[in-house]
C-alpha cells in the first residue's frame, strides 16, 4: 500500500474511534452510588437518564422506582433536580419548580429514647424534640391491654433494630398522611442504611399493614419479604400465625 495512503486510513481509523468514545455515556464508563449524589433529586435524575434496568443499582432493594432513598433533600420523582456534583453543602426540604406539598418526602435524624412497641417508638428530632413514631407499613401484636402472642418477641426485636439512644433517619411517604389518629408522625425509619420496618417484616415479627386500602410507596418490597418470612417460618409465622 502507498505509504501517504495509509496513513490517511490510519488517521481515519482513529478518529471514528474517538468518535464512538464520546459518544458513550458517561454513566456506562464510571458506575455510580448514592454516596456521589449531594440529594435524593440528583440521585433520581441520573437514574432516569441512566435508562431501562437501574444500570448502577441506585433503587437499593425495594425496586419502588426511587434512587437513594436515604440521601438528604430536596427529593421527590415529578421533576428531580440534575445531577451537578457533590457541593458539600447544607440541603433544605423547600418544595422547587413543580413540586408540591404532596410529593416531598420530609427526612429528619434523631436518636431513640424509647421503645414502645414492636412498630412504635419514642424518637428525639434534633431541632423539633420530642415525638411518639407511628412506623409506615408494619403491624406487631399488641403488649398493651392484653398481651397477643409475638408481641413481647417483636418488641424485643425493635429493641435490637433501633436500641435507646441510636441515631435514626425518619422518613416521610406522600402517600400517607403525616399523623395518625392518635397524633403520632407516621414515618419509615432507618438506622445505618437498613429499613427497619421492613426488617421486623422479614424476621417474621411484623405483618404489612395498608391503611385504608391506600398503599404505601414501599408496599411491593415489603410484601415481597413478608412472603419470603410466611414461606420460611420465621419468627411469629411459626409460632403464632397460621
Known amino acids: 500500500m502507498i505509504p501517504h495512503v495509509a496513513r490517511a486510513l490510519a488517521l481515519i481509523l482513529a478518529a471514528i474511534g474517538l468518535v464512538g468514545l464520546a459518544q458513550t455515556p458517561a454513566s456506562a ?70 413540586q408540591t406539598d404532596a410529593d416531598v418526602v420530609r427526612r429528619n435524624v434523631g436518636n431513640v429514647v424509647k ?72 414515618r419509615y425509619v432507618e438506622r445505618k442504611g437498613k429499613d427497619v420496618g421492613r426488617a421486623q417484616v422479614n424476621l417474621g415479627q411484623a405483618t404489612v399493614y395498608v391503611y385504608d386500602h391506600t398503599p404505601f410507596r414501599r408496599t411491593a418490597g415489603y410484601k415481597r419479604v413478608e412472603r419470603s418470612a410466611q414461606s420460611s417460618r420465621r419468627g411469629s409465622w411459626n409460632t403464632c400465625w397460621r
Do not use: W
Open 29 to 98: 464508563i464510571v458506575d455510580r452510588d448514592c454516596g456521589d449524589f449531594p440529594t435524593q433529586a440528583a440521585a433520581q435524575a441520573f437514574m432516569l437518564a441512566s435508562g431501562a434496568g437501574d444500570p448502577h443499582g441506585l433503587d437499593g432493594s425495594d425496586n419502588d422506582g426511587r434512587a437513594c432513598e436515604s440521601n438528604p433533600c430536596p427529593c421527590g420523582t415529578v421533576a428531580p433536580q440534575p445531577f451537578v456534583g457533590n457541593t458539600g453543602g447544607t440541603q433544605d426540604n423547600t418544595p422547587t419548580g413543580t
Open 115 to 186: 421503645v414502645t412497641d414492636g412498630d412504635t417508638l419514642k424518637v428525639r428530632i434534633r431541632g423539633i424534640g420530642v415525638r411518639d413514631i407511628r412506623i409506615i407499613g408494619i403491624d406487631t401484636p399488641e403488649v398493651y391491654g392484653g398481651t397477643e402472642c409475638g408481641g413481647r418477641k417483636a418488641s424485643q426485636r425493635m429493641r435490637e433494630l433501633a436500641p435507646v439512644g441510636s441515631t435514626v433517619t425518619l422518613v416521610s411517604d406522600p402517600s400517607q398522611a403525616d399523623r395518625d389518629r392518635y397524633g403520632r408522625l407516621l
